[in-house]
């Protein structure tokens, strides 16, 4: 599933292409593309339609663009779901399941999903426990630590005060949010940490190293557009990202550590995997 570098891609593309425009006509191609809409298809194009776009907002692995004062369209990727931008006339193709028309002189906005996990919905916005206003399904989630909001102190003492194991603490959203499997399991390597340690049992120090390593880690994947490893995920010209080459500790079992040269482990993990060096990070 993306993750907060995948999604912030995702944002910076529909801003560049969608910002200021006034959304002229709404095709729902696919209804379930719009099942979290609980009024229906119908009215999700209707009280979408004739809205001007005016900010592409994004928290963790939240995105969404405000409509009025009180509701915002809320775009979920899902698995596989793209925010794709195609020339006027194109069509879409056997996965397209939302089509949104800019109006004149702009291209159009495909929302394709192979898997349909992902989609849209028209929400509410509400204020968030630290003042932000959000769409009202992303209420609970925490500031990520590119926002002016994230307190990393705050968060390394409340790492520090759980008994669950650091990477379980780094995948909760309302502890810290846009963090997933491939980029805790890449700053965990960074910091030189097991995935199984327990919160608690780093230091405040220790626990500021490892939120720094995520925020960096984060950052180079936003660089170079996000990590891909298949046509799933892709931006919204349809390319794929590169960071996927510069993997330390995700994905990489049976390859060389990058810093001490002992051979990458994977190991069970909450029905997926976990993937560290067992030299650098010893439990």
């Not at 599933?1 to 006034?22: K, Q």
């Not at 159009?108 to 916005?125: A, K, N």
């Not at 669950?164 to 940490?193: F, H, M, P, T």
């Not at 660089?223 to 500790?249: E, H, I, P, W």
Request: glycine residues 10%.
């Amino acid at each position: 599933m993306p993750e907060l570098p995948e999604v912030e891609v995702v944002r910076r593309g529909i801003e560049s292409h969608a910002l200021d425009s006034r959304v002229a006509a709404v095709q729902v191609l696919n209804p379930r593309a719009v099942r979290q809409h609980i009024a229906g298809a119908a009215d999700f194009s209707a009280r979408l339609t004739g809205a001007r776009l005016s900010q592409v907002c994004r928290r963790g692995k939240f995105l969404w663009l405000p409509l009025r004062e009180d509701e915002c369209l809320v775009i979920h990727l899902g698995m596989s779901g793209q925010v794709l931008v195609q020339r006027r006339g194109a069509t879409p193709s056997m996965h397209t399941r939302i089509v949104i028309d800019l109006g004149a002189r702009r291209p159009l906005l495909f929302f394709d999903d192979q898997r349909t996990f992902g989609g849209m919905h028209i929400s509410s916005l509400t204020p968030a426990p630290d003042g932000r206003a959000v769409p009202e399904s992303a209420v609970h989630i925490a500031p990520d630590p590119f926002e002016d909001a994230f307190d990393a102190d705050g968060v390394a003492r409340t790492l520090r005060s759980r008994t669950a194991g650091i990477k379980s603490l780094l995948l909760n959203q309302g502890i810290v949010s846009g963090i997933g499997n491939i980029y805790a399991d890449e700053a965990l390597w960074r910091a030189r940490v097991h995935w199984r340690t327990p919160g608690l049992a780093l230091s405040q120090r220790k626990a500021l190293t490892l939120l720094a390593a995520a925020r960096e880690v984060m950052g180079e994947a936003l660089d170079v557009g996000g990590t891909s490893f298949d046509s799933l995920y892709v931006n919204v010209n349809g390319q794929s990202g590169y960071f996927s080459r510069s993997l330390n500790a995700y994905g990489q079992e049976g390859e060389p550590c990058g810093r001490c040269g002992t051979l990458i482990r994977r190991e069970p993990f909450a029905n997926r995997s976990s993937f560290r060096c067992p030299k650098c990070q010893r439990g």
